[in-house]
Nanobody, 123 residues
Framework: VQLQASGGGLVQAGGSLRLSCAAS????????MGWFRQAPGKEREFVAA?????YYPDSVVGRFTISRDNAKNTVYLQMNNLIPEDTAVYYC????????????????????WGQGTQVTVSS
């Protein structure tokens, strides 16, 4: 099983990026898929997840949108109105089959991880 994240880059504050995460080796259509990020010296933090609904922390609500295309086995993260605090390596992940919606923010809920893609927002 592989998760391939792409779409990161350098963008000015206020700009947008769209991350993609393509899964191969199996399908995850009935499981939660998530995005996390990790800045230097900080813990990995929850950014968004989607199962039957979408979930976001307060820090990205209204700016980020997660979506999935089960036919392509791909998850997307549209990031708008980016701020310098969004700078981090972004990781996509696939949750364990028994992970409930109440735990999609929890790193331990996920057992497959992509390699990460760097997002840098300049001020």
């Amino acid at each position: 099983v592989q998760l391939q994240a792409s779409g990161g880059g350098l963008v000015q504050a206020g700009g947008s990026l769209r991350l993609s995460c393509a899964a191969s080796g199996r399908t995850f259509s009935t499981q939660a898929m998530g995005w996390f990020r990790q800045a230097p010296g900080k813990e990995r933090e929850f950014v968004a997840a989607i199962k039957w609904s979408a979930y976001y922390p307060d820090s990205v609500v209204g700016r980020f949108t997660i979506s999935r295309d089960n036919a392509k086995n791909t998850v997307y993260l549209q990031m708008n109105n980016l701020i310098p605090e969004d700078t981090a390596v972004y990781y996509c992940a696939a949750a364990r089959s028994y992970c409930s919606d109440y735990r999609v923010y929890d790193v331990s809920c996920y057992n497959y991880w992509g390699q990460g893609t760097q997002v840098t927002v300049s001020s």
